[in-house]
């Protein structure tokens, strides 16, 4: 029997807001919606969505879906290079592809590994096969302004932007802006980009173009870009080619030191019985009063005289670098106070336990204390002079793009979202 695709003929009348309009009518021919996924034409099959259960495994999903035990034995040892069936975990959603006859024999098997990834197991012929599959992508690009109210994350949420994205951009702004020092009334403005399924399912975000944060009246630009042709890194850069992370200086002591003792956790000291004790400082020794540096910008979060340590002073960073200086002969900074890097906070001493006059610098990463010289840390290089042009001419249609960027826009867009919802009710 042949089957006939009947034509619908839909008629929609549509009528104008003024009461004395003619009603205009439109005649359209709908063809039935053909639809694919994972490379498939679903009409042509039935279509079974399900989840594995406990317990569940390949064979017992087949068999429930009439595939015969030696057939479902024969798929499992033609494929286990790709994929190995035994590896089918419960809570993992899966699609059947089964004939659209009285016997809905399982002829696909798409395995979905997350959103985006998928094996696709085929045995609807004699020839079977596994294969990875990966859905399209969408990237959309998105504008944003957010007003500071209490605080970053809060705006964020507010207008309905993830934590991973919230997070990128404090990274961004890591030691520019202290995220805890916003005031009310600061605002931002984002451009980045949002990915999707099938032009409906979010699937995450990607870059982050272009921001600009407005601190206290000043607008605090940031840029992505590739400065390096050879490791090709984007990093980001201020409106004047500066490079937004910062790198520590390599010594608190600007010139005369000498590095008496490094980091190692496996020091001998003859002072305590030859016994394995670790240093987890860097000890930069020099004549006493010689000045001492923040090596980066942070806020003052320590500044005492204690046991062992004698004066130190610590100096925290962002949410992930903090370092410490001991044994000063004073300190020159109080708690709480803000220090950019290169600024003094105290002189060499001799003040607790140490043998000569030396800063015993500590460097602390997630509040684990390591060693400076081993951290992959943002490189501060300048951006290459011969670059600069180039950057200059990138950069000028997106500092237009921010600077139009208004909250009326984001109104427009939830406006737009509220009227969907309607139309889908
Ligand atoms: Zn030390």
């Not at 317990?55 to 999903?61: D, Q």
């Not at 994350?153 to 991973?164: E, I, Q, R, Y």
Request: a positive charge; proline letters at 4%.
């Amino acid at each position: 029997m042949r089957t006939y695709l009947i034509p619908i003929i839909v008629v929609l009348f549509f009528y104008s807001c003024k009461k004395d309009a003619i009603p205009a009518k439109i005649t359209e021919v709908i063809k039935p919606i053909e639809i694919f996924e994972y490379g498939f034409k679903l009409n042509d099959f039935e279509v079974i969505n399900d989840t594995i259960k406990t317990g569940e495994s390949f064979g017992v999903i087949m068999d429930r879906h009439h595939v015969l035990y030696p057939k479902i034995n024969k798929i499992a040892s033609s494929i286990k290079d790709t994929f190995d069936v035994r590896r089918v975990r419960s809570g993992k959603p899966y699609t059947i592809l089964a004939s659209k006859d009285s016997l809905t024999k399982a002829q696909v098997f798409i395995y979905k590994h997350n959103k985006i990834d998928a094996t696709i197991i085929n045995f609807k012929d004699s020839t079977i096969n596994a294969y990875t599959y990966k859905k399209p992508i969408q990237t959309v690009e998105k504008k944003i302004m957010g007003v500071v109210n209490s605080n970053f994350s809060v705006t964020m949420d507010s207008l309905g932007l993830k934590h991973n994205l919230t997070n990128e951009v404090a990274d961004i702004y890591a030691w520019t802006l202290d995220f805890f020092k916003l005031q009310k009334g600061d605002t931002f403005k984002l451009i980045y980009e949002e990915k999707f399924i099938n032009d409906t399912t979010f699937a995450g975000y990607g870059k982050i173009k272009a921001a600009v944060f407005n601190h206290k009246g000043k607008d605090l630009y940031a840029y992505r870009y590739v400065a390096d042709s050879i490791k090709k890194i984007p990093e980001y850069f201020d409106d004047e080619a500066g490079l937004l992370r910062r790198q520590f200086l390599k010594s608190p002591i600007k010139f005369q030191y000498r590095i008496s003792s490094r980091y190692n956790l496996r020091r001998r000291i003859k002072l305590y019985g030859n016994r394995v004790r670790a240093h987890k400082g860097t000890d930069f020794a020099a004549k006493r009063g010689t000045p001492i540096m923040s090596t980066a910008n942070g806020t003052v979060v320590e500044s005492a005289r204690r046991g062992g340590n004698g004066n130190y002073v610590k100096v925290k960073h962002n949410s992930t670098y903090t370092t410490q200086y001991l044994h000063m002969k004073r300190r020159n900074v109080k708690k709480g106070d803000f220090v950019q890097q290169g600024d003094i906070i105290g002189w060499v001493g001799m003040t607790g336990n140490t043998s000569g006059p030396h800063v015993c610098y500590r460097f602390w990463k997630n509040g684990r204390q390591v060693d400076p010289f081993k951290q992959k840390l943002p490189s501060a290089k300048p951006m290459d002079e011969a670059i600069k042009p180039d950057y200059f001419e990138y950069i000028k249609p997106l500092k237009d793009k921010l600077d139009t960027i208004s909250l009326e826009e984001n109104n427009q867009e939830n406006l737009i979202e509220e009227e969907h919802l309607i139309a889908n009710n």
